[in-house]
């Protein structure tokens, strides 16, 4: 297919995009699945859910986030006039603040006051943590052992704002394990219990329903920049760890055939399987990137000869995971997106670069943009913008930052 012949980008009934999504669970899931799958479609098309949504993202999160012509990024590249999306401004650092509010708010609907979410390094677990809090809502986040030791500070972030922290100590004891965990404890306790999950991942209809509450970045960035400039920016470009704040920003701009819509993955520290998280990376020898299912949805998942997941590496938490969100596959297999990586070298030019040229420091998994924006706005007339989506603050990964320049 060509890229031209996409203009939506809508899943059938089920959650499908072309083969990919889907809902791939144990029967006890699926009839808490349906009953989601349906208040989510009776609150996406109910105005009030909206108006109130809208209203909270502006007075508690700060939206509008701003849309800032990095003028010595610009200078820098040579090229396309660069833009940041400033998701880093949103009330907890980063865009994962949109879902959780949208999916605490949907919780309440359903009468759920029992809360459930997995995190990685934290950013999750601190924004549902935060919306759990604002609504008196009672607050349980699992995390892997091994991610909770490397993101102490988050761990107790998130206890201050009342949440229980649950250690996962099984497999890798990371983001794949806290979400079996997160899955299990729903199967048990699905009748007060809401799953928030946390990107556009797992079955029908989380994939959907997480891109319709990120889909605020792409409309605002669409009316920001062209009021800035008079035309639409020539490509966008964000981080894709799950992929949820990338199908956010590229979403409203699927039928403008004219941008480019680019996604970085985390190329890691080298090529070969598990040593990066780049699940559409086709190079490699030794297995990488093939479509399967994982946690729920068929999508493209890093996997080994014989189908066992494999171990991924990224310096970024937030884009450390074997499986990508299953619409990014149909926008990669069908041409629409396009799909690089930037290595954990790279990310740090980019965490440096903007600090130093912009006075902003952005989180890792935002940092693996700068440098692909960088070479793409250079090969671009000055009369052109790129769009990059800067999902969140760095603060977080300064204390890493700084561990590696020292030693
Ligand atoms: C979690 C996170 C990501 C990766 O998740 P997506 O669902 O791909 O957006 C990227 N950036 C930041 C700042 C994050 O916290």
Not at 31 to 43: H, Q, S, V
Not at 72 to 80: E, I, K, M, V
Not at 147 to 157: C, E, K, S
Not at 242 to 262: A, E, K, M, T, Y
């Amino acid at each position: 297919m060509q890229r031209s012949t996409i203009t939506a980008s809508e899943p059938d009934e089920d959650g499908h995009w072309g083969q990919f999504g889907g809902r791939y669970v144990p029967e006890t899931l699926v009839a808490p699945l349906d009953e989601l799958t349906k208040e989510f479609t009776r609150a996406r098309h109910d105005a009030d859910f909206w108006c109130e949504l809208d209203q909270r993202l502006r007075d508690y999160c700060g939206r509008p986030t701003p849309l800032f012509h990095a003028q010595r990024l610009t200078a820098h590249a040579g090229g396309a006039q660069i833009y940041l999306k400033r998701e880093d401004l949103s009330h907890t650092g980063s865009h994962k603040i949109n879902n959780a509010m949208g999916q605490a708010l949907l919780a309440r609907r359903m009468g759920k006051r029992r809360i459930i979410a997995e995190t990685g390094a934290g950013q999750h677990g601190v924004a549902t943590a935060t919306v759990c809090a604002m609504f008196g809502l009672q607050c349980i986040i699992y995390m892997g052992a091994e991610d909770m030791r490397r993101q102490a500070l988050n761990v107790f972030r998130m206890r201050l704002l009342g949440a229980e922290v649950v250690a996962v100590n099984a497999g890798a004891r990371t983001l794949k394990d806290a979400i079996n965990e997160a899955l299990r404890d729903w199967v048990t306790n699905v009748h007060d219990t809401y799953y928030l999950l946390g990107s556009a991942l797992g079955p029908h209809p989380y994939p959907l329903m997480v891109r319709e509450f990120q889909r605020v970045i792409g409309r605002e960035a669409r009316e920001q920049i062209l009021s800035a400039t008079g035309h639409l920016p020539r490509a966008l470009i964000a981080c894709v760890g799950g992929g949820s704040n990338s199908i956010g920003l590229f979403h409203p701009f699927i039928g403008d055939q004219s941008v480019r819509l680019i996604g970085v993955e985390a190329g890691g520290r080298a090529d070969s399987l598990g040593e990066h998280a780049a699940r559409f990376h086709t190079s490699v020898a030794s297995g990488g990137g093939r479509i399967g299912v994982l946690q729920g949805t068929m999508s493209y998942v890093l996997q080994n000869d014989t189908g066992q997941i494999a171990t991924t590496h990224s310096i970024s938490a937030g884009l450390d995971y074997a499986a990508i969100g299953p619409e990014h596959a149909f926008l990669h297999d069908s041409g629409r997106a396009e799909y690089i990586c930037a290595s954990d070298a790279e990310a740090l030019e980019g965490f440096t670069l903007c600090a130093e040229l912009e006075g902003i420091i952005p989180a890792l998994e935002s940092s693996h943009a700068i440098i692909p924006a960088v070479r793409i706005a250079c090969e671009l007339p000055q009369s052109d913008a790129i769009i990059v989506n800067l999902s969140g603050r760095g603060d977080k990964d300064v204390q890493l930052v700084a561990e590696l320049y020292v030693t």
